[in-house]
């Protein structure tokens, strides 16, 4: 009788252990497929981006050489998404940069809406330094390493400043001024005639007096 009981008993925890691993195991099976699931999800999320809406405002801006059609495939991954010609788009650029901003790089921005792009330039300091100094054209292919060393005037840089303020991180106008010579630097060119960075410690002196804006 007592080796019997023994028995049973062996036989009841057995079972218990039995069940213990069995429902450990359904617990593990239930959270791998629930992480199964979640990964999934994620990856049906990364694989399918989210509808484009047609009448949503999107600014891209590109770099480009003005008064010429930049090649489709660098507007292709900006705007092909928006449902734009990458070809059409880079007419329209040129067109609108051929005037003003011919041979010069400069940053374009596009405004898309409707599957409609409108251009609009955002030139840069260099870029309008450059412009001021009306150097003759030069095809680009054929002149390289084209050095800007010609001169411009302080009214110029003062109307580049006054261009350039709502970018600018001076407080005043002649903080403006200053950035501005310092681009004249670096482009290469003089201001009346002078070295900038000349010009640079005449207005820290007061020598030379800016009007504010």
């Not at 041979?103 to 599957?115: D, I, Y």
């Amino acid at each position: 009788s007592k080796g019997r009981n023994c028995w049973q008993i062996r036989v009841f925890f057995w079972g218990c252990s039995l069940l213990r691993s069995h429902l450990f195991c359904s617990r593990l099976q239930r959270e791998r497929e629930r992480a199964i699931s979640e990964v999934s999800i994620a990856l049906a999320s990364l694989a399918m981006p989210p509808k484009f809406d047609p009448s949503q405002v999107v600014e891209v801006y590109v770099r480009v050489t003005g008064g010429e059609v930049g090649a489709a495939s660098s507007l292709a991954p900006k705007i092909g998404p928006l449902g734009l010609s990458p070809k059409k788009v880079g007419e329209d650029i040129a067109k609108e940069t051929a005037k003003d901003w011919k041979g010069l790089r400069v940053t374009v921005k596009l405004t898309v809406q409707n599957r409609q792009a409108k251009v609009s330039v955002v030139p840069s300091a260099a870029a309008l330094v450059i412009k001021a100094l009306k150097e003759p054209e030069r095809d680009r292919k054929k002149t390289k390493n084209i050095k800007h060393n010609g001169n411009i005037y302080l009214d110029d840089v003062i109307e580049i400043a006054k261009v350039m303020r709502p970018r600018s991180m001076a407080k005043h106008l002649a903080g403006s001024v200053k950035e501005i010579l310092g681009t004249c630097v670096s482009v290469g060119c003089t201001v009346d005639g002078k070295d900038p960075k000349d010009l640079q410690k005449e207005i820290e002196e007061g020598e030379v007096e800016i009007p504010e804006d």
